[in-house]
């Protein structure tokens, strides 16, 4: 059984900091790119990073570059995205994301809440 456990989401002041984090189990991690969506109300969700597998090549939104930074760890399962100088536009619900196109195969977390405000 496929999980994504996201976690680490609250609420932040603008100019603060969160690190999400993204528990994976039920397939081999190893194996598939991990990513952070964003969805804010009203609006379409958007890909905020993305880090590759092999070699952990990154992308990022525009929006996001020089504030947030994607990493993963192939022992423990999990990707992670820490977040700087947070703005109250990154407020959203992030959505980890497990994909392997060659497979098809395309996977979501519940989301954690990340609310931006003073």
């Known amino acids: 059984q496929v999980q994504l456990v996201e976690s680490g989401g609250g609420l932040v002041q603008p100019g603060g900091s969160l690190r999400l984090s993204c528990a994976a189990s039920?397939?081999?991690?190893?194996?598939?790119?991990m990513g952070w969506y964003r969805q804010a109300p009203g609006k379409e969700r958007e890909l905020v990073a993305i880090i590759a597998t092999p070699g952990a090549s990154t992308n990022y939104a525009d929006s996001v570059k020089g504030r947030f930074t994607i990493s993963r760890d192939n022992f423990r399962n999990t990707v992670n995205l820490q977040m700087n100088s947070l703005k109250p536009e990154d407020t959203a619900l992030y959505y980890c994301?497990?994909?392997?196109?060659?497979?098809?195969?395309?996977?979501w977390g519940q989301g954690t809440q990340v609310t931006v405000s003073s």
């Open positions: 994301n497990a994909r392997r196109l060659l497979l098809g195969r395309n996977y």
């Open positions: 039920g397939f081999p991690f190893s194996s598939y790119d």
